[in-house]
């Protein structure tokens, strides 16, 4: 978009790399600019945690509440039962009500530590669509609302083309109908907040503009929608996937370490967009930063930068101090520093092993894969490329130390290659 914004907080997307599209450039300015606004954005809940994915469009709410608008967190309760057809190739599987009502949960905790709630004309408001969908008498909404979609229009988005021309893919009713389903939220948030913008991905465009035509069809009035660029992998691949699987924002599924490791190691050609993205500094921070990955990437200045503000935002300053404790001790060795929550956090990001079926340091050389053989595993012992639980091992019959806290063993192969197992 190439439209010199006047409001703060679009001028601030448009800096920031975060306006994939918009409807109405010019009049949505405007309409920022005249006064604060309710604004939202759905998130629904096919797991029991968002993801890293889903962090740019809350972090992009919490800039509208930071600009004096008030956010509007849709759960998509109602809509989670259906499913999104964008950017699948088949057709979701329907999970069960009461599953997808205890998803729903979480996430209506996990969104909450990124806004502020409570009085004040911007505080923001946490809504289920649940709560109107489950209560539709079909006849009556056919005739109100399902009477604004034409079919040919339906048929035309991308994500019910591209599945209706790939052979045996198909598409149930149920996922066609979830962009009436979608429009229908913004008109009930309209009626109900008076919301007139909505935020989401760049696949969401089709299903955001329906929302717009409804509310101009039904209500004679004008609401706007905003995508933000769709975040990938510089192979293409989904954003947040690591080797390890999905990075999630739930603790209990990526620990802060995980968290922290996976913005650490950003590349260099991503990480001032990401500072973009994803953190809160401001335009002077970020572009030293991009001096400093210039000058001396080695440094990784503004990845260390990255990972310690994403991780306070998702986690708070106390992990972030966890993190790097974690880092220190790995980069040294000194593992018999780090407390029992630490190793855990350790456990689950390095690979692990099942425990030897023999004592001894060879074993478990073996048993862990970091020797192919025990003529070569003596060898790595004698060179002093071994350390376990914090200790060289230099004798190749020297007993295994003792698992720290009792269960944990973590086996040190040079400076970088750290493989465990829990007894």
């Not at 604004?39 to 629904?44: A, E, H, K, L, T």
Request: charged share 25%; hydrophobic share 40%; glycine share 8%.
């Amino acid at each position: 978009m190439t439209t010199k914004a006047r409001s703060p907080v679009l001028a601030d997307l448009e800096w920031r790399g975060l306006v994939s599209d918009a409807t109405n450039p010019e009049e949505l300015d405007a309409h920022l600019a005249e006064a604060p606004r309710s604004i939202y954005c759905g998130f629904d809940p096919t797991a029991d945690s968002l993801h890293v994915g889903n962090l740019l469009l809350l972090l992009a709410l919490r800039r509208v509440q930071l600009a004096g608008h008030r956010p509007v967190v849709l759960i998509g309760g109602g809509t989670g039962l259906i499913g999104d057809p964008s950017g699948k190739a088949g057709e979701r599987v329907l999970n069960p009500e009461e599953q997808v009502a205890e998803w729903a949960d979480r996430l209506k905790r996990q969104v909450e530590r990124f806004f502020e709630f409570g009085g004040g004309a911007n505080a923001a408001v946490l809504a289920d669509n649940y709560a109107w969908l489950s209560r539709l008498d079909v006849i009556r909404f056919l005739r109100d609302v399902g009477k604004h979609f034409p079919l040919g229009g339906m048929i035309a988005r991308e994500s019910v083309r591209s599945r209706m021309g790939r052979s045996g893919a198909g598409m149930s009713y149920t996922e066609f109908s979830y962009q009436v389903l979608q429009a229908y939220d913004f008109l009930c948030l309209y009626r109900q907040y008076g919301c007139t913008m909505q935020i989401g991905g760049s696949d969401q465009w089709g299903n955001i503009t329906a929302g717009t035509d409804l509310i101009r069809r039904v209500e004679n009035a004008t609401a706007f929608g905003l995508t933000l660029p769709l975040v990938t992998q510089p192979d293409g691949t989904k954003f947040g996937k690591t080797e390890s699987g999905t990075v999630w924002l739930d603790a209990r599924r990526t620990s802060p370490y995980e968290m922290y490791q996976f913005w650490l190691n950003t590349a260099d050609a991503d990480v001032v967009t990401f500072l973009k993205y994803f953190t809160f500094l401001e335009r002077p921070e970020i572009e030293q930063l991009a001096r400093a990955t210039r000058t001396a990437p080695e440094k990784r200045e503004a990845q260390r930068a990255l990972a310690e503000k994403v991780t306070a935002l998702v986690h708070g300053k106390n992990a972030v101090e966890e993190a790097e404790r974690i880092s220190r001790a790995l980069f040294s060795g000194n593992v018999k520093s780090l407390s029992e929550s630490e190793l855990a956090q350790v456990i689950r990001a390095i690979p692990t092993k099942k425990p030897p079926a023999e004592t001894g340091v060879i074993p478990v050389l073996l048993s862990t894969g970091l020797a192919s053989s025990k003529r070569a595993a003596r060898e790595l012992v004698t060179t002093g490329a071994i350390q376990i639980n914090g200790e060289s091992i230099h004798d190749p019959n020297a007993p295994i130390p003792a698992p720290l806290y009792g269960k944990y063993t973590i086996v040190r192969k040079g400076k970088k290659t750290y493989v465990g197992y829990v007894v």
